[in-house]
T-cell receptor
Framework: DGGITQSPKYLFRKEGQNVTLSCEQNLNHDAMYWYRQDPGQGLRLIYYSQIVNDFQKGDIAEGYSVSREKKESFPLTVTSAQKNPTAFYLCASSPQLSYSNQPQHFGDGTRLSIL | SQQGEEDPQALSIQEGENATMNCSYK?????LQWYRQNSGRGLVHLIL?????REKHSGRLRVTLDTSKKSSSLLITASRAADTASYFC???????????FGPGTSLSVIP
């Protein structure tokens, strides 16, 4: 079955450490996205990518970085500059970037906590 | 301020009853989507309704859109315990290729 795989499911970050969240899709989608979800809140867009080797900042990109070297993969690095990283991180994809008129497909998330 | 906001924040009903959730938004839209999120999982797309549509059905789900009131509703008929989840509306901001999610409605269906 096609889908999006996020790993790990749980991740702990030490002070001053960078951590990388993995997102892989086999849906052959061009567009991929990273969202952050805090308790009781909606999703906030961190970064998005419409094609390999291209990505754009979303609403809350500070303290995060991404790469898109392969169509299938869109890893997110939470850097030490992100002072409040504890959240649920969701990766999504859609066939093209014009995703206001396309459903997004989501992975099952990574829950990041500070040690 | 949020483009889309769901109401109520939380809803608890008995199995078999209908559940209605509302979404209000501020600026004009091209499309509105509804998603479901089970606890600790990713979001699952339910329905997309375009601005020129007034109603759409999918199984036990019925979505309405009133662009004059800038609001949408999601009705789940004959609810089941498995419908327990959070439900989010997502809108575009009219002219922007961007989806904005509301804070969600938490639905509990009691067996």
């Amino acid at each position: 079955d096609g889908g999006i795989t996020q790993s790990p499911k749980y991740l702990f970050r030490k002070e001053g450490q960078n951590v990388t969240l993995s997102c892989e899709q086999n849906l052959n989608h061009d567009a991929m996205y990273w969202y952050r979800q805090d308790p009781g809140q909606g999703l906030r867009l961190i970064y998005y990518s419409q094609i390999v080797n291209d990505f754009q900042k979303g609403d809350i990109a500070e303290g995060y970085s991404v790469s898109r070297e392969k169509k299938e993969s869109f890893p997110l690095t939470v850097t030490s500059a992100q002072k409040n990283p504890t959240a649920f991180y969701l990766c999504a994809s859609s066939p093209q970037l014009s995703y206001s008129n396309q459903p997004q497909h989501f992975g099952d998330g990574t829950r990041l906590s500070i040690l | 301020s949020q483009q889309g906001e769901e109401d109520p924040q939380a809803l608890s009903i008995q199995e078999g009853e209908n559940a209605t959730m509302n979404c209000s938004y501020k600026t004009s839209i091209n499309n509105l989507q509804w998603y479901r999120q089970n606890s600790g999982r990713g979001l699952v797309h339910l329905i997309l309704i375009r601005s020129n549509e007034r109603e759409k059905h999918s199984g036990r789900l019925r979505v309405t859109l009133d662009t004059s009131k800038k609001s949408s509703s999601l009705l789940i008929t004959a609810s089941r315990a498995a419908d327990t989840a959070s439900y989010f509306c997502a809108t575009d901001a009219g002219g922007y290729d961007k989806v904005i999610f509301g804070p969600g409605t938490s639905l509990s269906v009691i067996p």
